[in-house]
């Protein structure tokens, strides 16, 4: 019997190892959720296409043909980085930022899991089935894209992508749909401590990072939800408000412009960046 127990210890204990030594821990992983702002609606430009460092990369929630991409596999970030034809997003310049001031060694991977129009409500998992039953059909069609349940992709992915790298960081941009819903706060940390639980994180570790909506320097027509989201720091200690202030728009005063989008990922990254220790005048 104490033969059997000891044999038992030390096969778990190599497959501990084994299953340590198979993550990079210099590649970091990003989860980015949210609704059509961090879907990303502006028109990608030439631009945003060209001089993609390698070292950043994107995980595909979805099966994309017409990119060459497969569910579950990593490619190299050239947007779109949400679906197959959605637009540029804050998560593109944020990893173009990170892997620009990280050391060379260091990769960076992101997952997209986002849903335009949709509520926090559609990410937890208690309760998703139910708002479902009262959605439009093209945001039906949209979470179909995931299988019906963007919560259940996002953390199939990340699973996978643990196998590879190290979860650092998760990125929400939502709220427009919740805007003055004075509960926001608390229905985030559901779905953070959830992702927290599923993916045996430590939310000591793990930040997360919220955008703040088109500003009201912008005219932005949520602009006042942006008083709520200032207060999720009251409700998740390890959390973070992106300013978007000066972030310029579209003519719908809902969605950021593409330089909006430009602006606003690269300061999810700053602020990433500082809580890694790094200050930008003295990264590379």
């Not at 310029?248 to 809580?275: C, Q, T, V």
Request: hydrophobic share 35%; with cysteine; glycine share 8%.
């Amino acid at each position: 019997m104490k033969q059997t127990l000891k044999f038992m210890l030390i096969t778990i204990l190599l497959i501990a190892v084994n299953y340590s030594y198979s993550q990079d821990p210099n590649f970091q992983i990003y989860l980015s959720f949210g609704q059509s702002n961090m879907e990303g609606n502006a028109r990608i430009q030439p631009q945003d296409t060209i001089n993609v460092n390698e070292r950043f990369m994107v995980m595909e929630a979805v099966d994309c043909p017409n990119l060459d991409r497969k569910k579950g596999e990593w490619y190299t970030a050239v947007p779109p980085l949400c679906r197959c034809k959605t637009g540029l997003t804050p998560t593109d310049y944020f990893g173009r930022t990170m892997v620009e001031n990280l050391p060379e060694n260091v990769k960076v991977g992101v997952i997209n899991v986002a849903v335009g129009g949709c509520k926090i409500e559609l990410f937890d998992k208690a309760k998703y089935k139910e708002y479902l039953t009262d959605v439009p059909d093209w945001m039906t069609n949209m979470v179909n894209e995931y299988n019906g349940d963007p919560y259940g992709r996002l953390v199939e992915m990340a699973k996978l992508a643990q196998k590879d790298g190290v979860i650092k960081g998760i990125l929400l941009h939502q709220g427009e749909s919740n805007t003055n819903d004075t509960l926001w706060t608390k229905k985030v940390k559901i779905v953070y401590d959830n992702l927290i639980k599923d993916l045996n994180l430590n939310s000591k570790e793990v930040p997360l990072l919220a955008g703040e909506v088109v500003n009201e320097d912008q005219g932005g027509v949520c602009a006042s939800m942006n008083k709520i989201i200032a207060t999720l720091p009251e409700t998740i200690p390890n959390s973070y408000v992106i300013s978007s202030k000066g972030c310029p728009d579209g003519p719908d005063n809902l969605h950021f412009s593409a330089e909006g989008y430009r602006m606003l990922g690269k300061r999810y990254a700053i602020k990433m960046l500082s809580l890694l220790g790094y200050n930008l005048a003295e990264t590379k």
